[in-house]
């Protein structure tokens, strides 16, 4: 009877502290890992697959619905080249960090994501964090600037909320995601 | 190495199935041996008798929390990756409820059934056939009740979104919450009710 009263004394301590350590992590660093994956090789693979805008602008063109453009921003305004497609998203960037967005938004995701920010860095890190969570991904070469030949055809509702429209809009909280169709096979099609 | 494992892409699907094969005995062996085979101790639990399932499913989760979050916070686990159900809150209320009712019925819970089914007790023969025919029930009018179970859906919730608390921080507290539970169980366990115990000639 001692031992076992001991024992469950033992017990109730070790949980307390093990629960005041994830607190104090908790505290310190948010949601947030205490150690930061290495991210590097995935960078690496991620730049070797970039796209490029002109390729991604005859994807549109040939109306082709086997993808989705993720667009990250970090000040208030997202671009407004990719407005009029049924598959772009615009997303504050703070989403990359939010594990609420991110377990929402991403398990649904059955198609390749197009994913750029408005630098370079900011397009890589986060074309490489869904990379690291397994998704089909490639990060938009913005280095090209080529605008549309023509406007792409609306046929499906935007998967990502909230959506930007054709006009600029200010970034608001990331949102869930709806019900994305079945998937195509992707094709590595980079001329119109 | 960052898990869940299968999801990463590191363990294919044969592999996963044999570890959910060898979780899954190794789970029902536990089952029998704190006695949760046993459809009397289970359904003690709803006349306040004896309160040990309250208290090892309590014991599993916060164990299981303390284990996961650790991972999460070692970089070992990517949360995100984590299946959670959405919470349709009609889907939950009403699947609860008759969840209770069945199990203070019969004794048992789906997996318990299995577990006991093992040691031959006849009783999980029945409780088995009867969730085969409630699920069937259930798959029969799904176009019906679908519409109804999920009109509340609220997404992937945890307790941490709910409360806009860091996981670690919610952690310590659902630690406290189950020690004050079982501070509680243990003061007013067979003093609510006790049943009368059979002799040996009346059994």
């Known amino acids: ?192 | 190495m960052v898990s869940p494992l299968y999801k990463t892409g590191i363990l294919g699907e044969p592999v996963t199935m044999l570890i959910a094969v060898i979780a899954g005995i190794a789970f029902g062996y536990i089952l029998i041996s704190v006695g949760m085979g046993n459809s009397r101790k289970i359904s003690a639990v709803f006349y306040g008798e004896d309160w040990s399932v309250m208290k090892i499913m309590f014991s599993a989760v916060v164990t299981t929390m303390l284990l996961t979050y650790t991972s999460f916070y070692f970089g070992l686990l990517d949360i995100n990756l984590v299946q959670l159900a959405n919470v349709n809150l009609a889907a939950v209320i009403s699947g609860g409820l008759i969840f209770g009712v069945g199990m203070a019925i019969g004794g048992y819970c789906p997996g318990t059934s299995i577990a006991a089914a093992v040691t031959r007790k006849i009783d999980s023969y029945i409780f088995i056939g009867g969730f085969f025919v409630g699920l069937w029930i259930f798959a029969a009018n799904y176009p019906l009740v679908s519409r109804y179970l999920y009109s509340e859906n609220l997404g992937k919730l945890t307790l941490s979104d709910i409360f806009g608390l860091p996981y670690g921080v919610m952690a310590l507290l659902v630690v406290g919450v189950a020690l004050i539970t079982f501070f509680f169980l243990e003061k007013f366990e067979g003093k609510i009710y006790r049943r009368p115990v059979l002799s040996e000639n009346n059994a």
């Open chain 1, 1 to 192: 009877m001692k031992k076992s009263l001991l024992t469950r004394k033992t017990l109730v301590i070790v949980a307390v502290v093990w629960g005041f350590a994830l607190a104090v992590s908790g505290v310190i660093n948010g949601n947030q890992a205490l150690t930061a994956p290495d991210m590097k090789e995935l960078q690496d693979t991620v730049m070797k697959e970039k796209i490029s805008e002109h390729a991604l602008n005859c994807w549109i063109t040939n109306q082709r619905s086997d993808f989705l453009i993720l667009e990250f921003a970090k000040t208030n305004q997202c671009s407004t080249r990719f407005g009029n497609f049924p598959g772009y998203s615009c997303v504050h960037e703070k989403a990359l960090n939010n594990p609420k967005w991110m377990r929402n938004a991403l398990q649904k995701i059955d198609k390749q994501l197009i994913v750029f920010g408005e630098t370079a860095e900011q397009s890589l890190d986060a074309t490489a964090k869904f990379k690291m969570h397994g998704y089909a991904v490639r990060m938009l070469d913005r280095t090209e600037s080529l605008e549309f030949t023509q406007d792409p055809i609306q046929t499906r509702q935007p998967v990502f909320k909230p959506v930007q429209s054709s006009q600029a809009t200010p970034v608001t909280a990331p949102a869930i995601v709806t019900d994305a169709p079945p998937s195509e096979e992707v094709e590595e099609e980079e001329g119109c």
